[in-house]
Each structure stands twice: as C-alpha cells, then as structure tokens.
C-alpha cells in the first residue's frame, strides 16, 4: 500500500489537457494578431479565418484533432493532444541544436568555497574549487535521481498545493537525443531507465566511471568519496600537452543529417570501439564538462562565461610568434560539450551551470533540478557543522526500501548490489580514419562560425526587483517585465514585433508550454504613451497597470491550456499528417498573419529563483532576440543573444526603460530638480502636460525629441 502512495504521488492523475473550442481560438488568435497590424492587414485575416472556406476546413481538422485526443485518452492516458506533435517539432528540427534548442541555466556561486583557481591552495591545487564544487553538486544529482526513481521525489504543486505533472522527470537523466537512423526521417528522443553511470568531459577526452547500484543507491553518498575520482581525471586529462586530442563531442554541433551520416558510417564500421563508445555516452545519466578556464566577475567575464555555457567558447590561435598553443588548433570549450544530453558545465574556478537538450524536458523541471541540487550542495557543508540541518531530499525516500527493486530490509548491502560496478574512471580510446578525422575538423570550424555570429550581453539590474514594482508599480513583475522589452525595442526600431512568452501548462497531464503574446492593444497604448508629449504622467501610470493586467490574464488562459498557439499548431500538424492530398490547406495558414506570429522577433522566458544567477539562449529567428530573464524581490537578471543586432543597445535600453518608468513614479517628489518641457500648441507657448523630461528618456530617444507615435508603429 505504501508503494502505490509514494507511486501516485509522484506521478498523480490529473485531467487532460483541455482541446479549447474552435471558435474560442479564433477568437484569442485575432485578438493577438490585431496589434501586429495595420488596418488593412487585420481585415484581411478576419476574411481568411471566416470565409466559408476556412471555418468548414477547420472544422473538420478539429473534429479530427478531438477523436485522436478521445482515441490518446484511451490507449495512452498519460499523454495529450499536443505532445506528440510537440516532439515532432523538435525532432524533425535539422539545424545544429547549438544556439537554437539547448538553454543554459548558470548557478550561483557556492558561498562556501574559496576560489583556488590562481594559486595552490588546498588539496587539489588549483583544481580545487573546481573538484569540490563538481562533487558536491553530483552528490545532489544522485540524490536527486535515486528519488525520481524510487518515486519518492516531492511532487511539484503550485501555490495552494494544486499538483503539477511530473512525467518530464523520468526523462531528465539518462536521456539522448539521437539523429535519425538509416530511412528515418526524423531524430528520436531515447531514455534509459537502467543507466547508472556518469559521462566526464575535460579537455574533450571523455571518461566514465558508475555512481548508481543496482538499486539505484548512490556509489559515492558524499562529495570527498567522489573527489578523487575528478581529481585523477583532471590530471590524466593535464598529461601529454602537445598530443593532438580528437574531440567527439563536436559532432554533436553539427547538423541532424550530417551528425546522423557519421553515426551510421561508425555503427558499420567493422571495429566496433567507437561505436561501443557513442552508445555508452548515449547511456549515461548526464555529462560532466570540466572546462580548463576560468571566467572572473566583470561584465565582460559574465558575458564570456554566459557563452559558454550556451554554446561553448571558440578560441583559435593564429599567432605564429605565440608557442603556447600550435597554431590554427581550436582551444575553445566548444569541443568540451556533448549538447545531445544534460551538461553539467564547471569551471576552474568552480563556475557552474546547466545546459540541457529540449526535446524532453521544460525549464521549469530544469529549474527544480537546479534548485534541489544547489540548494542540497550548500547544505552540505553545515551538516559537518551541526546536525541540525533540514533535508531539501526526503531522507526516508533515500533509504532502501522494496520498492522499484530495492532490496528488502535487512540485505541493503547485499554483494550483488555491487556487482560489476566500475568506480574507478576508464577513458574512452576513439579509433580514427581519415574520414573521421576531416568530419571533425569540418565540424569544429561550423561551429567555430556558428559561435561568431552570435552575441550573448548580460544585464544584472540592482536598482529594484518584484518588491519594488508591487508596492510601487502596483504591477505583476513578470507583466511588467514585458511591457518593458516592448518599450526598449519600440525606442530602437519605432515598431512592434511578434513576442513570445511561455506558460506553463503542467496542471494537465503531461502538460508543456502555451505561447503567451505580450504585444496586445493596452501594450501599445502604454508603450506609445512613453513617447508622448501629450501624454500625462497619470496617462502612463494608468495605461501600464492595464496593460499587465491584460498580460495577466492572458497568462491565466494560457495556463489553462486556453490559448490559441498549440491548438493551431495541432491543426495544422493534423492536416499535414491526414489531410495533405485530401483537403487543401486551409486559408488561415496561408495568410500573413500565420508567418508574422511564427515568427518570435523577441523570444523571452521567465525562470526566476534565487539559487540562479542567469539564464538564457539563443534567438529564435535570424533577426531577433533571445531574453532569458531572473526576476528576484531586488534585482532583475537578464541575458540577451541576437544575430549582432546591436544587443548591448538594446540591453542599455531594456536598463534605461526600467529607470525611467520609475522615474514617472517618483516625479512628483523630485520635480523641483527637472527642467521643464513645453510644446507649441494653436494657443501659442503651453506648458507640456508631463511636466518634465528625465535624463532616461532623452536616452531611450537617441538624443532626439518625442516621437511622433501617430506616424510610427
């Protein structure tokens, strides 16, 4: 009886995933393109979706759409209608999953860890900090993982204990993507349930060595029996610095075709080692990179470490008076990453974070992860202070017990649970033959090229956080948050773009994301309003708080699976699966509006938490921005990535946006120190309604005068 209640609370039954009413999307979808265009164009969309054509078209796709959910609902009960169709998106995905799928999540520092990394202090030498962070936070990982599988892992619920689905869990570790196979079409998404040991990347040589028994109990159950383990790696890894060592992991850089192609040609090739080797990485519960740099606490250091992190660093020496390194050999951590799996990235100086493959997995799963396991690491070092210490993991849930094949009480150290375990590191040997050796050269410098076309800028804003825009803004702070990218952006460019936010929709089955749409008619008012002289400070107060409000509830809906982006999505999956050469495609995703909302100009993402110090990845589309953003109770964190498109202006703008809507708050107390604006009106020289001009909007305005709002966007 236990057993079953410790099963169910893990994995509890909710309701499915709700397939909102057609006419009810429609609806949501017209109100979120409206802003977006211009009165001719919004007429034009209304006529596709209401034509005779369309709705008789759509009709029949969503008759269609609710039989196969019925049908799932029977033959596969933890599932829902998007799922499918949701991998699908990810996994017929061709590009390289650098920069376009994987996010990272960077870790606070580990207060209780002294940075060894420039001098010889402690028992590792200036590996050090970076051991004993690493063991630490694998100690937490196994912790973690033995819970998840014997089903003792505290279920995730919302405020007021409503459960959220926990179905991602079992796909966090041992997972990989792989490419398609000999035919295949399409990547697919393998879990290993049995998988027990653990893949180390330094300085691209991989090592492995088992963490889990047979019953899925940690080997290593503190950070010192783990220590040594990195620590030979480390020093393996340091010897023979002048040979040429052969990096694996890049091929996973490259595109699914190309990356498919050359598992193939080692799966027929008559020595099996490397073969052997891809599939044990393929296996492992996660990847350890150990990364041979370390980055200091400067902005520009943030900046390189936030890189990588998301993508690994490109550094080529091309120096030919520099013998440090031979030249036009690649140096940089991109080789030190294996992106088809969860990356548990380290650096010298005991810098950490997360890099995970998507398919899966959301970042609100990632995020408890990261949380349990920083949290769990840092107290670890008062427990050898005092025993006083609360337990982020159930301890009952950590001890042996009969279920999910534990042994019975009294033979927990039974012989076999140790049987054939290795714990002492092996190295992977890779056999090499010209073709190989050309496909990983060809491979580092793709990515090389990839790497440069992209730039990460970081912003750690410390005037106010949630705190401050509660009691004073009277505003959520994620809706306002977003109001602010609209108000950046408008001041660069003098338009609206598509923007897309993700909720969180794991209060159903199998739950995943919907697609929140920031840019609403209360957005545009307020943005404009900013750039208004005939605008009241009063005006802009009143138009901001409505504006959240209306991001709000549409992220209420959108929590409630009532929104508009996945059930469209679905349709047209459905179409492209059943109909395709039976029913031409219907009109709504043949007009403009279609494309203008795939297109996610501004891609951002809320994953706020304390244990956290940045987060972020890459844009979505070649001309946008990518925002990963940290909102805590006094400071806001973001990570912006674009294409080169002048990202460190418009993080200054995104800063300057933030001050100046506090600056509209607090005028009243400081007007006596502003100079005063006036406008010429029929009347002659008027006082201008606001009053004054901050210093932050003659930035937001370029050094130039008020926009003309009825003439832009």
Same mark, same amino acid.
């Given at each position: 009886?236990?057993?079953?209640?410790?099963?169910?609370?893990?994995?509890?039954?909710? $309701?499915?995933? +709700?397939?909102?009413?057609?006419?009810?999307?429609?609806?949501?979808? #017209?109100?979120?393109?409206?802003?977006?265009?211009?009165?001719?164009?919004?007429?034009?969309?209304?006529?596709?979706?209401?034509?005779?054509?369309?709705?008789?078209?759509?009709?029949?796709?969503?008759? $269609?759409?609710?039989?196969?959910?019925?049908?799932?609902? /029977?033959?596969?009960?933890?599932?829902?209608?998007?799922?499918?169709?949701?991998?699908?998106?990810?996994?017929?995905?061709?590009?390289?999953?650098?920069?376009?799928?994987?996010?990272?999540?960077?870790?606070?520092?580990?207060?209780?860890?002294?940075?060894?990394?420039?001098?010889?202090?402690?028992?590792?030498?200036?590996?050090?900090?970076?051991?004993?962070?690493?063991?630490?936070?694998?100690?937490?990982?196994?912790? @973690?993982?033995?819970?998840?599988?014997?089903?003792?892992?505290?279920? %995730?619920?919302?405020?007021?204990?409503?459960?959220?689905?926990?179905?991602?869990?079992?796909?966090? @570790?041992?997972?990989?993507?792989?490419?398609?196979?000999?035919? *295949?079409?399409?990547?697919?998404?393998?879990?290993?349930?049995?998988?027990?040991?653990?893949?180390?990347?330094?300085?691209?040589?991989?090592?492995? @060595?088992?963490?889990?028994?047979?019953?899925?109990?940690?080997?290593?159950?503190?950070?010192?029996?783990?220590?040594?383990?990195?620590?030979?790696?480390?020093?393996?890894?340091?010897?023979?610095?002048?040979?040429?060592?052969?990096?694996?992991?890049?091929?996973?850089?490259?595109?699914?075709?190309?990356?498919?192609?050359?598992?193939?040609?080692?799966?027929?090739? *008559?020595?099996?080692?490397?073969?052997?080797?891809? $599939?044990?990485?393929?296996?492992?519960?996660?990847?350890?990179?150990?990364? %041979?740099?370390?980055?200091?606490?400067?902005?520009?250091?943030?900046?390189?470490?936030?890189?990588?992190?998301?993508?690994?660093?490109?550094?080529?020496?091309?120096?030919?008076?520099?013998?440090?390194?031979?030249?036009?050999?690649?140096?940089?951590?991109?080789?030190?990453?294996?992106?088809?799996?969860?990356?548990?990235? /380290?650096?010298?100086?005991?810098?950490?974070?997360?890099?995970?493959?998507?398919?899966?997995?959301?970042?609100?799963?990632?995020?408890? #992860?990261?949380?349990?396991?920083?949290?769990?690491?840092?107290?670890?070092?008062?427990?050898? /202070?005092?025993?006083?210490?609360?337990?982020?993991?159930?301890?009952?849930?950590?001890?042996?017990?009969?279920?999910?094949?534990?042994?019975?009480?009294?033979?927990?150290?039974?012989?076999?649970?140790?049987?054939?375990?290795?714990?002492?590191?092996?190295?992977?040997?890779?056999?090499?033959?010209?073709? #190989?050796?050309?496909?990983?050269?060809?491979?580092?410098?793709?990515?090389?090229?990839?790497?440069?076309?992209?730039?990460?800028?970081?912003?750690?804003?410390?005037? @106010?956080?949630?705190?401050?825009?509660?009691?004073?803004?009277?505003?959520?702070?994620?809706?306002?948050?977003?109001?602010?990218?609209?108000?950046?952006?408008?001041?660069?460019?003098?338009?609206? *773009?598509?923007?897309?936010?993700?909720?969180?929709?794991?209060?159903?089955?199998?739950?995943?994301?919907?697609?929140?749409?920031?840019?609403?008619?209360?957005?545009?008012?307020?943005?404009?309003?900013?750039?208004?002289?005939?605008?009241?400070?009063?005006?802009?107060?009143?138009?901001?708080?409505?504006?959240?409000?209306?991001?709000?509830?549409?992220?209420?809906?959108?929590?409630?699976?009532?929104?508009?982006?996945?059930?469209?999505?679905?349709?047209?999956?459905?179409?492209?699966?059943?109909?395709?050469?039976?029913?031409?495609?219907? +009109?709504?995703?043949?007009?403009?509006?279609?494309?203008?909302?795939?297109?996610?100009?501004?891609?951002?993402?809320?994953?706020?938490?304390?244990?956290?110090?940045?987060?972020?990845?890459?844009?979505?589309?070649?001309?946008?921005?990518?925002? !990963?953003?940290?909102?805590?109770?006094?400071?806001?964190?973001?990570?912006?990535?674009?294409?080169?498109?002048?990202?460190?202006?418009?993080?200054?703008?995104?800063?300057?946006?933030?001050?100046?809507?506090?600056?509209?708050?607090?005028?009243?107390?400081?007007?006596?120190?502003?100079?005063?604006?006036?406008?010429?009106?029929?009347?002659?020289?008027? *006082?201008?309604?606001? $009053?004054?001009?901050?210093?932050?909007?003659?930035?937001?305005?370029? !050094?130039?005068?008020?926009?003309?709002?009825?003439?832009?966007?």
């Amino acid at each position: 009886m236990a057993n079953t209640q410790n099963v169910d609370s893990f994995n509890p039954v909710l $309701k499915r995933l +709700p397939v909102p009413a057609l006419q009810d999307t429609l609806n949501r979808y #017209l109100d979120r393109v409206e802003p977006l265009q211009d009165q001719r164009q919004n007429k034009r969309t209304r006529d596709a979706v209401f034509c005779p054509e369309n709705m008789e078209n759509l009709t029949v796709l969503h008759e $269609k759409l609710l039989e196969y959910d019925k049908q799932l609902a /029977v033959e596969q009960p933890k599932s829902s209608y998007i799922e499918q169709f949701w991998y699908d998106a990810y996994l017929l995905y061709d590009a390289s999953v650098v920069l376009n799928v994987n996010p990272f999540f960077q870790l606070q520092d580990d207060p209780t860890l002294k940075d060894t990394a420039l001098s010889e202090d402690g028992p590792y030498g200036i590996h050090t900090v970076q051991i004993k962070r690493t063991a630490k936070l694998v100690t937490s990982m196994l912790k @973690f993982i033995q819970q998840i599988r014997r089903r003792t892992l505290k279920p %995730d619920v919302l405020r007021g204990g409503v459960p959220l689905s926990m179905d991602q869990y079992d796909k966090l @570790f041992g997972s990989s993507r792989i490419p398609p196979g000999p035919g *295949e079409q399409s990547c697919h998404l393998q879990s290993d349930p049995t998988s027990h040991h653990v893949m180390v990347m330094y300085k691209s040589q991989f090592y492995w @060595f088992d963490v889990l028994d047979v019953h899925n109990r940690p080997i290593f159950t503190t950070p010192a029996e783990l220590e040594y383990n990195l620590y030979s790696i480390l020093m393996d890894g340091n010897t023979d610095q002048d040979v040429h060592r052969l990096p694996f992991g890049v091929f996973t850089t490259e595109s699914r075709r190309i990356w498919s192609n050359i598992r193939d040609y080692v799966a027929q090739s *008559e020595d099996k080692t490397n073969w052997k080797n891809v $599939k044990l990485i393929d296996s492992a519960l996660f990847v350890i990179c150990l990364d %041979d740099v370390a980055f200091d606490d400067t902005p520009q250091g943030q900046q390189e470490l936030a890189t990588s992190m998301l993508c690994g660093t490109s550094k080529v020496q091309l120096d030919f008076k520099s013998a440090a390194m031979p030249l036009n050999i690649q140096s940089g951590t991109c080789l030190n990453r294996w992106y088809d799996k969860l990356q548990l990235i /380290v650096t010298m100086n005991g810098k950490a974070g997360i890099n995970f493959e998507h398919t899966g997995i959301d970042g609100h799963t990632v995020l408890r #992860l990261a949380t349990d396991i920083y949290t769990d690491s840092i107290l670890s070092f008062a427990r050898g /202070v005092t025993d006083n210490v609360p337990d982020i993991f159930d301890p009952n849930g950590l001890r042996a017990s009969s279920a999910s094949g534990s042994p019975p009480p009294g033979r927990e150290s039974s012989p076999s649970a140790k049987a054939n375990l290795i714990t002492i590191p092996r190295k992977l040997e890779w056999k090499i033959d010209p073709f #190989l050796l050309s496909s990983l050269h060809f491979a580092e410098t793709k990515i090389s090229d990839l790497i440069s076309q992209y730039e990460l800028v970081s912003l750690d804003f410390e005037k @106010f956080g949630a705190s401050h825009i509660k009691s004073s803004f009277k505003c959520s702070p994620d809706a306002f948050t977003q109001q602010i990218f609209q108000v950046a952006y408008y001041a660069l460019y003098g338009k609206f *773009e598509t923007v897309y936010e993700p909720a969180m929709t794991k209060v159903y089955q199998n739950g995943r994301t919907e697609a929140i749409r920031s840019v609403t008619v209360p957005s545009k008012k307020f943005v404009k309003s900013i750039f208004d002289r005939r605008a009241t400070d009063e005006d802009r107060k009143q138009f901001l708080q409505d504006s959240c409000k209306e991001h709000s509830r549409i992220t209420r809906e959108c929590s409630m699976g009532q929104g508009q982006d996945r059930h469209l999505y679905a349709l047209y999956s459905i179409w492209n699966q059943w109909y395709r050469d039976a029913m031409p495609l219907p +009109p709504l995703f043949k007009d403009r509006s279609w494309q203008l909302m795939a297109t996610n100009v501004l891609s951002t993402s809320n994953c706020g938490n304390p244990c956290l110090r940045s987060f972020g990845f890459g844009p979505v589309t070649p001309n946008g921005f990518g925002i !990963g953003y940290i909102i805590r109770n006094n400071s806001i964190s973001i990570v912006v990535s674009s294409k080169h498109r002048q990202t460190q202006r418009f993080v200054s703008l995104i800063e300057k946006s933030l001050l100046e809507i506090d600056h509209i708050f607090n005028r009243d107390k400081n007007s006596n120190a502003e100079e005063t604006d006036y406008l010429v009106n029929s009347r002659g020289l008027v *006082e201008a309604p606001n $009053k004054t001009k901050s210093d932050d909007l003659r930035y937001l305005l370029a !050094g130039y005068d008020y926009f003309d709002v009825s003439v832009t966007g």
